[in-house]
């Protein structure tokens, strides 16, 4: 079902992948030839390089493109300076999450935006409509990440000032002579970098990177590895954490930024975008709370795996992982609000795994996000 195609399919065949499809894009959601854990442990220990393309990627550019994100964001975008970027969350009219996007400001009237699998492209494209702005998706520039430890010991000696880039800013540079923008962002929890090349240079890039880096440990990594790491780093996966997947009885759909603990991500005393309203009158009616689990088991959590206490069903979990480094067992669930707090006790009722657990402040790994802002 994949219509946008990626220049690295061959190389993540070659690999093991069987190239699944993930919001248009052919994806390598797992390699054969490599195991998980090993994928989790080489970007909490060393570094991994992974294909992220299938994030929707547009530019904004225009006198009025400022207008149109700060009516499409909860973020006041008038304090984004050229080579900043901030993440930001789109609503509906409903004040319900719809989206989650990173803004790039590339110069004073030119943006780049890259979205998930939600409505914010499209939401963008029709807010554009009769403003003084043009809208270009572009699937020829190509995300590459490499996110570690180890990542920005790798890219100094290809990037000069690549030490001095501070988290969620970005540069215009080139790498191994190809024009590239390199932004201090990811989706790891570690201290990373995304690599935005033309479709032309990600197969070189990527098997220089992979060449070069081996002897220090840098691995390619699947898809699913990120689901391992966000679940340790709270880092929310549209739809699969959203009631689009678990929808309220009598409920429209949509979750609001109180529920999954994305208020900070709401310009403080911002107003005007869209379900401004409706998320501020919402305050204080969570219906339930996005929480971590930390089950006393070996195994896995499975998303659908159901949460017990005091003999009612008082949860599910959405994503879980296990770190062979921690020796834990973590889950992404979504709770009732009474029992999420730190240490309740806890009985997982799922397909393959039954046992004690309690529920457990996320972050797991880095709370205070001291690596990935690391200076």
């Known amino acids: 079902m994949s219509w946008r195609r990626s220049p690295l399919a061959a190389r993540h065949r070659a690999l093991g992948s069987t190239l699944e499809d993930w919001n248009g894009m052919e994806t390598a959601w797992t390699y054969t030839k490599s195991d998980l854990a090993d994928e989790h442990?080489?970007?909490?220990?060393?570094?991994?390089?992974?294909?992220?393309?299938?994030?929707?990627?547009?530019?904004?550019?225009?006198?009025?493109?400022?207008q149109v994100l700060q009516r499409l964001t909860t973020r006041d975008v008038r304090k984004i300076v050229p080579g900043k970027s901030a993440y930001a969350c789109v609503l509906?009219?409903?004040?319900?999450?719809?989206?989650?996007?990173?803004?790039?400001?590339?110069?004073?009237?030119?943006?780049?935006?890259?979205?998930?699998?939600?409505?914010?492209?499209?939401?963008?494209?029709?807010?554009?409509?009769?403003?003084?702005?043009?809208?270009?998706?572009?699937?020829?520039?190509?995300?590459?990440?490499?996110?570690?430890?180890?990542?920005?010991k790798?890219?100094?000696?290809?990037v000069p000032g690549i030490k001095d880039l501070k988290y969620f800013h970005h540069m215009q540079t080139t790498l191994f002579g190809k024009p590239v923008m390199i932004s201090r962002t990811g989706y790891t929890g570690e201290r990373g970098?995304?690599?935005?090349?033309?479709?032309?240079?990600?197969?070189?890039?990527?098997?220089?990177?992979?060449?070069?880096?081996?002897?220090?440990?840098?691995?390619?990594?699947?898809?699913?590895a990120l689901d391992w790491l966000r679940v340790e780093s709270y880092l929310l996966f549209y739809p699969y954490d959203n009631s689009q997947m678990y929808p309220f009885e009598n409920e429209g759909p949509g979750d609001t930024l109180w529920e999954l603990g994305l208020t900070f991500t709401v310009s403080p005393g911002k107003t005007g975008f869209r379900g401004a309203e409706e998320h501020y009158r919402l305050k204080g009616k969570e219906r339930f709370k996005i929480f971590g689990v930390l089950a006393d088991t070996d195994k896995i959590l499975d998303a659908g795996d159901e949460l017990w206490a005091n003999g009612k069903k008082v949860g599910v979990v959405t994503c879980g992982?296990?770190?062979?480094?921690?020796?834990?067992?973590?889950?992404?669930?979504?709770?009732?609000?009474d029992v999420a707090k730190q240490g309740t006790k806890l009985e997982v009722k799922g397909k393959n795994v039954q046992c004690p657990a309690i529920a457990h402040t996320i972050t797991f790994d880095d709370p205070e996000k001291k690596k990935r802002t690391a200076a």
């Not at 909490?44 to 225009?62: C, I, P, Y």
């Not at 807010?127 to 990542?151: M, R």
């Open 154 to 158: 790798y890219l100094a000696k290809h």
């Open 321 to 337: 992982m296990y770190s062979r480094l921690t020796n834990r067992s973590m889950a992404i669930a979504r709770m009732d609000v």
């Open 92 to 152: 509906n009219d409903a004040g319900k999450f719809t989206d989650d996007c990173i803004l790039y400001r590339t110069g004073p009237n030119s943006w780049m935006t890259v979205y998930g699998s939600g409505t914010g492209f499209e939401d963008m494209a029709r807010d554009a409509v009769g403003k003084n702005v043009a809208v270009l998706f572009d699937d020829d520039l190509q995300d590459l990440s490499l996110q570690g430890p180890l990542a920005v």
């Open 41 to 66: 442990e080489a970007i909490r220990t060393k570094a991994a390089l992974m294909d992220v393309s299938g994030l929707r990627k547009a530019h904004l550019v225009g006198p009025h493109s400022h």
């Open 193 to 224: 970098y995304e690599i935005f090349c033309k479709a032309e240079d990600a197969v070189e890039i990527w098997d220089i990177i992979l060449k070069e880096g081996k002897r220090m440990g840098i691995v390619p990594a699947s898809f699913t």
